[in-house]
C-alpha cells in the first residue's frame, strides 16, 4: 500500500533529498526529475513525494493526488517546450507492465518523433 516514506526506496530517497538528482519541477505533494537513462531527448519522471506503489494504489490513497500529478505533467510539458510537437505520457504497472521502481511514476518522454506502441 502506500507510506509517507519508504527508506528502501529510491525515489523516497531523491524526493528526500537523499539522493541528487536533476529537479524540474516541485510541489508540495509531487516531484519531476530527469530519468539518469533518457530514452528520448527529454525524459522527465513524475513522482508524488508520498509513497505510493503504483497507479493501481492511488485511487485508495488520495483522489486529489490524480488531479495533481496531471496538472504537473502539463505545466512540465509546457515548461519542456514539448506542447507544440506533442509528448508521451507513461507508467508501468507491476512486474509484467514493466515497473523497476516499486513507488508510482509517470514518464514524460518527448523532444523526437516517437514511434507507436504496439
Known sequence: MSTAFDSDCIFCRI???DLPSFKVYESDRVVAFRDIQPAAPVHVLVVPRQ???SIHELAKVDADMSHELMVSIGEIALSEQLIEDGYR????????GGQTV????????GGRQLGTMG
Do not use: K, P, R, Y
Open 89 to 96: 505520457v507513461v507508467t508501468n504497472t507491476g512486474a509484467w
Open 51 to 53: 509513497h505510493i506503489a
Open 102 to 109: 516499486g513507488h508510482l511514476h509517470f514518464h514524460i518522454l
Open 15 to 17: 524526493v528526500s533529498g
